[in-house]
């Protein structure tokens, strides 16, 4: 729904009453638009909607790399005390499968050690790619383009190495290091008995915004579903548990300083998007609200300015509006472990360390086997509960041992397979090969899958590539527009771990973001929009580069 702003009005002295009841009316309409929600699930949807890919149409973009303001992928707080973390490389970490399987990880203490492996194998620098003199980080979680829109806030009791007082900071991934904005004193961890610390993951959407425009919103929430899980793998390496912590978006803005507008520059505005608690008991009733009363009001530091200037993108801004307004909500994390089929007992270090997205595929090298295919499936979804997942795969196999080329629909949840089956095309076979898997229709796919990509090489050149079909409209008008940040956090999570996984399994994988939502649509046959395709994913064997050089990710 958008105001019609083109009407003028002529006032006349003896209409004042009838000239403010205009203006009360128009006044009216603006706040309802931002804080009705039903209008606010109205605006997410029609963002939705404007920022699909079509053939012959791609969602608006500048179009062009506007080099000279490609932002800094580093914030940083002038003015702050800043405290570095020692560095984890040395530390011994839990082998693959006791992370992802059923061993129990002992247990360790919070303290400035464990806190510093906690952050660094989930949102450090993993290493520094360099081609020639030009060199650029590789996170531990992927990034869409690399750009990096997630920060960290981490809020912590008095710690040994960091400060006799409660601590809000802000994480520095280049220089691993933390940067104290607010120290405080407070009861509240004694009296709550909380054992653990809080992380607020920030989203800074002009990173995003810069390359892709009107789509930005899309990645900048997949990019924070990759760091929540990389976060959630990172705390199991320390045997903590870790859970989502709901607040008001006000109430994080102000425990991670945001609600400070003249701190950070208009035109980079940083979202307070999720609260998680990393410790040793995730079921008390405790929560960080109580924190609130003990904080100064003024915190240290100014945020440092990542672009000279800026394209202004204001149906992102209307995404953000709808959705920050919207009631925030948990997102849950699965703690029962899984079963792995495939052993690997490396540490776990070593493959969140070595995780990359591939560039392209080796076509001559695309077969793998059954088994590992189906523990990439398996493993897609070890931290959620299948039983409430909303997202299903579409997979294009194209060379996987026993399995026959063709079109798949994997659905953990079986709560979907009636409703998938029902929306999609009536001549599709639907015939179970194992656990939740269904060919669909047998032949080879990968003009199909390539295309459905932007044309893309990489999504028909791997051993399978798959798009995420996520349950869409239900969710949103449950939950209201704040849902649809969170359906793109669950498809990120999900990436994340198929990135680890096929790490694990000497394969690679990339993450897709651009892709032809309806096209993928009507190869399906579906009809409404109760199921959208909200991400895209390819595995098989990079092409490595030769040019490219790989450095230390710290000096220190």
Not at 325 to 348: G, M, V
Request: proline share 5%.
């Amino acid at each position: 729904m958008t105001l019609d702003r083109s009407a003028h009005y002529r006032p006349r002295s003896n209409h004042i009453f009838t000239i403010c009841l205009l203006f009360f009316t128009h006044f009216s309409l603006i706040v309802a638009r931002y804080h009705n929600p039903m209008n606010q699930t109205e605006t997410i949807l029609e963002y939705h909607q404007r920022t699909k890919h079509h053939p012959k149409r791609y969602a608006a973009s500048l179009g062009y790399m506007d080099w000279a303001t490609q932002p800094d992928p580093f914030r940083e707080y002038t003015g702050t005390q800043r405290i570095s973390l020692p560095l984890s490389f040395e530390n011994p970490t839990p082998t693959y499968d006791q992370v992802m399987g059923a061993a129990v990880t002992p247990q360790a203490p919070l303290t400035i050690e464990s806190l510093s492996q906690l952050l660094q194998f989930s949102l450090g620098i993993a290493a520094w790619k360099c081609l020639g003199n030009d060199c650029w980080a590789l996170r531990c979680n992927a990034s869409s383009g690399n750009l990096q829109p997630t920060e960290a806030t981490i809020v912590l009791p008095p710690l040994k190495g960091i400060s006799d007082r409660s601590v809000i900071a802000h994480y520095h991934v280049k220089e691993h290091a933390l940067e104290i904005l607010a120290e405080f004193e407070t009861g509240y961890w004694q009296d709550h008995k909380v054992d653990g610390c809080y992380v607020i993951l920030t989203s800074i959407p002009w990173r995003e915004m810069w390359k892709y425009g009107e789509r930005a919103f899309r990645y900048v929430n997949l990019d924070l579903g990759h760091a929540l899980h990389a976060l959630h793998v990172s705390s199991r390496t320390l045997g903590w548990s870790s859970t989502s912590v709901a607040l008001p978006s006000e109430h994080l803005e102000r425990l991670s300083g945001l609600d400070q507008q003249e701190r950070y520059h208009p035109s980079e505005v940083e979202l307070a998007q999720t609260l998680l608690y990393f410790g040793s008991c995730t079921t008390a009733t405790h929560s960080p609200d109580a924190l609130l009363p003990s904080l100064p009001q003024k915190f240290q530091g100014s945020a440092n300015l990542l672009s000279p200037s800026h394209h202004p993108w204001e149906a992102v801004e209307l995404a953000i509006r709808a959705t920050q307004e919207s009631a925030s909500l948990p997102l849950d994390f699965d703690q029962t472990p899984k079963e792995c089929t495939l052993e690997n007992a490396r540490p776990i270090k070593e493959i969140i360390l070595q995780r990359r997205s591939a560039q392209a595929m080796d076509f001559a090298r695309t077969h793998i086997s059954f088994e590992q295919f189906e523990q990439l499936l398996h493993s897609g979804f070890q931290a959620v509960d299948t039983k409430k997942t909303p997202v299903s795969f579409l997979l294009f196999v194209h060379d996987v041992e026993d399995l026959e080329k063709g079109l798949y629909f994997y659905v953990p949840n079986p709560k979907h397979l009636a409703a998938l089956k029902r929306l999609s095309r009536k001549e599709f076979l639907w015939q179970e090969q194992t656990a939740h898997l269904y060919l669909l229709e047998k032949g080879d796919f990968r003009s199909q899958a390539k295309f459905i990509s932007c044309s893309q090489d990489i999504a028909g050149d791997g051993a399978f590539s798959l798009g995420m079909i996520t349950q869409f409209d239900e969710p949103i008008e449950r939950d209201g527009a704040a849902a649809y940040k969170t359906l793109y956090w669950e498809c990120g999570r999900l990436g994340q771990q198929l990135y680890l996984e096929a790490t694990a399994l000497g394969l690679s994988a990339t993450g897709i973001g651009c892709y032809l939502d309806d096209v993928m649509h009507r190869m399906l046959e579906f009809q409404e929009s109760s199921y959208q395709t909200l991400y895209h994913f390819t595995i098989g064997r990079a092409i490595i580069d030769t040019r490219m050089s790989m450095r230390r990710p710290y000096s220190r």
